[in-house]
C-alpha cells in the first residue's frame, strides 16, 4: 500500500497565502509524476497542478499565476504554494501519484480541507 502523507491547509482569508506539503515513499517519487487535485461540495475532482520527475509541471487555468507546485527530491515531498487565494478555491487538496512505480495506478492522500474565506 502507497501512503501519501499530506500536511498543512486550513482557514484563510482572501488575498492569503497557504502551502500543502505531501510525502512519498522515495521509489515512488523519483520516478513517478506527483500532482494535487481538488473536489469542492457537489463537484468533481479536478486537477490543479502536477509535476513529473524531471520538474515539468502543469496548472489548472483557474490556479495560474497564483499556484506554483514544487518538488524536493532530498525530503521526497511535493509542495503546493497557493498564493492570493479567493473563495472558489475552498476544496478539500488530495496528493496523487501515478507512473511506473505503481503500475499506473493512481494513489491519493488522505485529503485536507482548504478554506478561503470572503
Known amino acids: 500500500q502507497v501512503q501519501l502523507v499530506e500536511s498543512g491547509g486550513g482557514l484563510v482569508q482572501a488575498g492569503g497565502s497557504l502551502r500543502l506539503s505531501c510525502a512519498a515513499p522515495g521509489f515512488i517519487f523519483k520516478i513517478n509524476a506527483m500532482g494535487w487535485y481538488r473536489q469542492a461540495p457537489g463537484k468533481q475532482r479536478e486537477l490543479v497542478a502536477s509535476i513529473t520527475n524531471s520538474g515539468s509541471t502543469d496548472y489548472a487555468d483557474a490556479v495560474k499565476g497564483r499556484f506554483t507546485i514544487s518538488r524536493d527530491n532530498a525530503k521526497n515531498t511535493v509542495s503546493l504554494q497557493m498564493n492570493s487565494l479567493k473563495p472558489e478555491d475552498t476544496a478539500v487538496y488530495y496528493c496523487?501519484?501515478?507512473?511506473?512505480?505503481?503500475?499506473?495506478?493512481?494513489?491519493w492522500g488522505q485529503g485536507t480541507q482548504v478554506t478561503v474565506s470572503s
Open positions: 496523487n501519484t501515478r507512473g511506473i512505480a505503481t503500475l499506473g495506478i493512481d494513489y
